[in-house]
T-cell receptor, first 111, second 113 residues
Framework: QKEVEQDPGPLSVPEGAIVSLNCTYS??????FMWYRQYSRKGPELLMY????GNKEDGRFTAQVDKSSKYISLFIRDSQPSDSATYLC???????????FGQGTRLTINP | DAGVIQSPRHEVTEMGQEVTLRCKPI?????LFWYRQTMMRGLELLIY????????DSGMPEDRFSAKMPNASFSTLKIQPSEPRDSAVYFC???????????FGAGTRLSVL
């Protein structure tokens, strides 16, 4: 069993829809949770960064962490074709530099 | 800052040849990471350095892979001899211990025929 599980998709939704992306994990020591966005033939770029449990909002993006369920989510509101990319969750433990990544979910927003 | 710079962007080689991938981290960053990305296995950490010293190389698949960081502004990942199963996109990332956010380069797409 992988430490971090993420459905690779692909996921295809119409423009304007609310998108929900999710990851589950098994290591309860994870404290820092990230979402990276990767456009085709580019490197991953950090989208959202949260510590421990709770919600964080940035424009159309909301990241949620539920440590009791070992479950994290990324919501995209009013999705745009420019949001089409692969979204990778990543997490690490306190004091560590090493990130553990999910498989990535490929998302397509259709105009 | 220009970000993390990797070269070459694409590499096509024949099985058995030596391949060297290069990375220039963001100036001032004290951590450097090498990753490999494939459809089957996703993004895997191969090795990372702190202040030019290798800290964790447990992800290096086998002895054919080696990485060096001779100074704070340059690192190499070498595969010798290369095999078709090494075909993947190799990413370099760097971070600062003050910020703990990894910034990725654009990657090197390696094809071993």
């Amino acid at each position: 069993q992988k430490e971090v599980e993420q459905d690779p998709g692909p996921l295809s939704v119409p423009e304007g829809a609310i998108v929900s992306l999710n990851c589950t994990y098994s290591n309860s020591a994870f404290q820092y949770f990230m979402w990276y966005r990767q456009y085709s033939r580019k490197g991953p770029e950090l989208l959202m960064y949260t510590y421990s449990s709770g919600n964080k909002e940035d424009g159309r993006f909301t990241a949620q962490v539920d440590k009791s369920s070992k479950y994290i989510s990324l919501f995209i509101r009013d999705s745009q074709p420019s949001d089409s990319a692969t979204y990778l969750c990543a997490m690490r433990i306190q004091g560590a530099q090493k990130l553990v990544f999910g498989q990535g979910t490929r998302l397509t927003i259709n105009p | 800052d220009a970000g993390v710079i990797q070269s070459p962007r694409h590499e096509v080689t024949e099985m058995g040849q030596e391949v060297t991938l290069r990375c220039k981290p963001i100036s001032g960053h004290d951590y450097l990471f090498w990753y490999r990305q494939t459809m089957m296995r996703g993004l895997e950490l191969l090795i990372y350095f702190n202040n030019n010293v290798p800290i964790d190389d447990s992800g290096m698949p086998e002895d054919r892979f080696s990485a060096k960081m001779p100074n704070a502004s340059f690192s190499t990942l070498k595969i010798q001899p290369s095999e078709p199963r090494d075909s993947a996109v190799y990413f370099c990332a760097s971070s600062s211990s003050l910020e703990n956010i990894q910034y990725f380069g654009a990657g090197t797409r390696l094809s071993v025929l």
